[in-house]
């Protein structure tokens, strides 16, 4: 049985066929969704049109969640195309390069407000718009890391975003739950995708990750990408406000066994 069939999600942050919202798209699509896409700007256009073009999306649009017009435009052509919406995946998270290695003391005021804008207040932009198009029924979702709880070197100042993500997904869910609306978080284990290239001493962390989960190895997108077809679907009714962690068991363990 197809757990999406007739259902149209959005799915935001596709950058290439390494992104985790890929992975999320790919798995929706082949529970039987339709999706709609965005995508920053020309240079990044070229990459997700083929891909909506391997998975039928009939949305493919532009949008800088850091601009309230382009909000706007952006989810008055999803109604004007589908009307309704039953699913938003928000995969989309910015910080500059130099805040995300060295010392978190060093954040700058520019450097705090723009992580936390791009990486957790335009889940609220996108909530509010998307809430507008859902029926009861509908699923909201966003992307965590452990970095929002535990201090991992060179996350830095997107610990403090993804800490404000997560707050931000259960007050959605507070406020969203009454008219029957789900809000939840994935929080992935690390996975090489453009943005992770950004965070300084990738590598070690990847590493780290793969010593210290249960399962001995990372996560890969398509694991992530299952885990959120069930979060937007049915099967989840019942599942709202909650950080669901697909890091291979990492966050119950004591770290990096090896780790000095
Ligand atoms: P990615 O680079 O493939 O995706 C990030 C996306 O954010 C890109 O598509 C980019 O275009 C988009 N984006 C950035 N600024 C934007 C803006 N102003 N407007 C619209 N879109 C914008 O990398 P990813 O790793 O797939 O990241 C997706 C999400 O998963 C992020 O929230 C990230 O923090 C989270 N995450 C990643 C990992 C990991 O290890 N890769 C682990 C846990 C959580």
Known sequence: ?????????????????????????????RE???????????????????????????????LDVGDDAQMDDFFAK?????????????????????????????????????????????????AQRAAKLMRPGGAMLTMSY?????????????GVAKAALEASTRYLAHDLGPIGIRVNAISAGPIRTLAASGIGDFRKLMDKASRGAMLKRTVTQEEVGNAAAYLVSDWASGVTGEVHYVDGGFSIGAGDPGAE
């Open 146 to 158: 452990l970095g929002a709880v535990r201090a991992v070197p060179n996350y830095n100042v997107m």
């Open 1 to 29: 049985m197809a757990l999406l069939k007739g259902k149209k999600g959005l799915i935001l942050g596709i950058a290439n066929d390494k992104s985790i919202a890929w992975g999320v798209a790919r798995s929706c699509h």
């Open 32 to 62: 039987g969704a339709e999706l709609g896409f965005n995508y920053l700007g020309e240079a990044l256009e070229k990459r997700v049109r083929p891909l909506a073009e391997q998975v039928n999306a009939p949305i493919v649009e532009p």
């Open 78 to 126: 999803v109604e004007q195309q589908w009307g309704e919406l039953d699913f938003l995946v928000h995969s989309i998270a910015y910080a500059n390069k130099d805040a995300l290695k060295g010392n978190f003391r060093d954040t700058t005021r520019e450097d705090f407000q723009l992580a936390l804008d791009i990486s957790a207040y335009s889940f609220i932009a996108c």
